[in-house]
């Protein structure tokens, strides 16, 4: 994107040579895949680029067209952001002659607002700008006071979906989301003594410890929509690889997460998204080849590359899945009929962004992608010097 202004970058790209992206993806940029984005960046010394995204999380807190209250959208519309209220994806429908917008994109996640913090936290430490500092504390502090539910086990709920005036509270608590949360709090605490920081950090951190399910050796994903009934059954890559890097000082009592990965997540030479999996998920193996890495075991990690460098378009993104389409075996929504949340053969900014962290060793979750100050169990191990380091260029 041309300029030097704020930024939202289109998180898939069509297929080389397949069909037009469909309309809900054609314009839209994810507020996840941004952040990891802009995160991957700061790895890559391309601070300046990464301001661009930053700066275009700080427009979509302060220039929404209907809230002023620290939260984000899931999704925007890609592209150089102009001037008055931050434009959000939609498409014209000629059949019905109307403007749509899909449901989930304007609504608010709260782990999509907790990784736009970190974005911002990363990008605060590189530039020491305050406005970055400050934008953080405005969006933790939105998640602190609205998403918080005492019910035990006590957490941040999953957000808010469809539109505005009133979205539909999302009562289920994601263990992915309140790992992001507590490390986005504990990283605000660093530089203020304000006690909702540490307070919504050991909220968070107690939630995740609860999900823990020792007789499996696995973090199960979350409670059902209740708030308080655990939804056991399903297993998801991320909850179960990123506690070990985003609260490190407790990796070791959850070394058997790694374990049920391997066993119930590999396929084809990579890891996917649920257990017993359909295919590769790109943006899962990159974060395998991360954790892998930190937690010492760069040997597990090594036959990773090659997948990850085999998956990268002629666009430099890499594609979500090798396969045409990969199950999650979750619901996108509270209106799906059925398990309608899946990954496409498109090249996806986030998983490519996984993968720069990964081969540049950088932990999202932690100050200065753990290069300095962390724990033993933190990365520090580079990846492979072939090539995945080199960030996409907006």
Known sequence: VPGSGPIWLASYEPAPGGEPLPAPLRQSAFVYDNALAGIALIACGQRDAARRIADGVLAGMSRDRHYHDGRLRNAYRAGAIPNGPVPLPGWWDDASKRWFEDRYQVGTATGNVVWAALLLLATYEATRAPAYLDGAKALMGWVDKDTFNADRPGAYIGGYFGHEPNPERQGWKSTEHNVDAYAAFRWLARYSNDPRWNTGAER?????????????????????????????????L??????????????????????????????????????????????????????????????????????????????????????????TGLSIGPDSKTEDFYYFHLPHLGATAWAVLAATGWNPFQPGGCRANCAATTASVSGPGNGLANAPNE
């Open 204 to 236: 968070a951190r107690h939630f995740v410890e609860s999900m823990w399910q020792s007789r499996e050796g696995r973090f199960a994903i979350g409670t059902r929509d209740d708030g308080r009934t655990l939804n056991g059954g399903p297993s998801a």
């Open 238 to 327: 991320d909850a179960s690889l990123w506690p070990l890097i985003a609260i490190p000082d407790a990796a070791g009592t959850w070394q058997r997460s790694l374990d049920w990965a391997r066993t119930r997540h590999a396929v084809n030479g990579g890891f996917g998204f649920k257990a017993d999996p359909d295919g590769v998920w790109t943006e899962g193996t990159g974060q395998a080849a991360l954790v892998l890495l930190a937690t010492n075991h760069a040997d597990v990690a090594g036959p990773l590359w090659p997948l990850l460098l085999s998956q990268r378009a002629p666009d430099g993104m890499l594609f979500a899945t090798p396969e045409k389409r990969i199950q």
